[in-house]
């Protein structure tokens, strides 16, 4: 199990977020009361899909032995409130000496990632109030 834990203070949206070794920031833009210091929670959302895409795109041709230089993973997200839905757009872009069929390939893998697999499934949350 993977564990993070973010800390907000009295700087408005200003939120840092911890997990084993690394630190990122978290923030609002300007125009809705943050300092803008840090991705939005939407954007980290979209990062983790991202780069779990990519990672899995390096993992899989290194295994394969195919000749992938680099792989860039352009993740966008929008809210149906309305309907309850969301929907995340990928375009995957593939550099290096490929086959059409390596690419294809590839195309079918990005979509195997844990993240999209977590986000694609239902979830269930489990929230509790803890003493400090």
Known sequence: MSTVTARIERTPYETHISGKTQVIVADEP???GGLDRGMRPTELLCS???????IT???YADRKGWPLESA???????RDVENNRSLFTTQVILNGDLSEEQRLRLREIADRCPIHKALANPIDFDTALIEP
């Open 30 to 32: 300007f125009d809705v």
């Open 48 to 54: 983790a899909l991202a780069s779990c895409i990519v």
């Open 57 to 59: 795109l390096r993992m």
């Open 72 to 78: 860039v993973a352009h993740v966008d997200y929008a």
